[in-house]
């Protein structure tokens, strides 16, 4: 079995409902609005489901509506890509892996739930979890479905993660669990990716099986100028199309600056959803992401600063299950 492309056919996308109060705070009524408003675009081109801690399912399907689906199941923090199952097929069956989750190196706790929601989503599905031992995080991989899988040093050979494990057993898990053939090792994610410690859905994403799109930053000024240079000439190195973003907005939430990756975006059905703040560059980034997916509908929403302002974008918060 192999992990398909985001690209591939998706039987639906599942998502969580934003808990954390730590991480929001006084913008919880706003993240729970953005998560809705995401999902509700998303339904309009494929099924969703929205996982809500049990005493918060009744707002959830408020906000979101009936065409979402709301699952009460046990959660902390609503970033379903890196907590939930990542899915391999063989094309006739389809099994959900789940990794080991830590939030991040123990960033955020408690976690106990996030932990055990991707078996718990997959066994409320009717479905056999596969356990593996190893820590990976959703957000840190992407792959073109044909056994090439891009991650980044930064984030995957963290001693946060698996400190007992080497580049080559890690490739070893990647190649066995996922499917994969060649491992492309970028150096770096984005400079203010605390949170994650540079997860690749911020600055890499295929839009074909060669075509890669990358996060770029075109002011040279900024730490992530040097950075996404070092990424892409890796990418180019490594045989890849490298199709570029090159404006990297930056935003202030409560004075703290963030920083709103146009990259983080979600393929669905017939489409791409992607995060905006409102920077002069919106619209012809959203033109440039069209030309790259022809045939799918480009949609900006503008939820990118208060997912940041969270610790992430509309990728970090979407997970796909694909379609046998």
Known sequence: MRMPAEFAPHERTVMCWPTRESVYGEHMAAARRAHATIAKTISGFEPVTMIANPDQAENAASLCG?????????????????????????????????????????????????AKIAAAWLRSQGDEPRMVDMVLEGGSITTNGEGTLVTTEQCLLNKNRNPTLSRAQIE?????????????????????DDDTDGHVDNVAAFASASVLVMQGCDDPHEPDHERMLENRRVAEKAGLTVREIPVLPFSHVDGRRVVVPYLNFYVVNGGVIVPVCGHAADDDMLALIAEWFPGRQVVGLDVGEILAHGGGGIHCITQQVPAI
Do not use: M
């Open 172 to 192: 070893a898990r990647l190649r066995e669990e996922l499917g994969q053939e060649r491992i492309v090792w970028l150096p770096h994610g984005l400079h203010l």
């Open 66 to 114: 009936s065409g979402v689906e709301v699952v009460a199941l046990p959660i902390d923090d609503s970033w379903f890509r890196d907590s939930g199952p990542i899915y391999v097929t063989d094309g006739k069956a389809r099994t959900g892996t789940c990794w080991t989750f830590n939030s991040w190196g123990e960033k955020f706790l408690p976690y106990d739930n996030d």
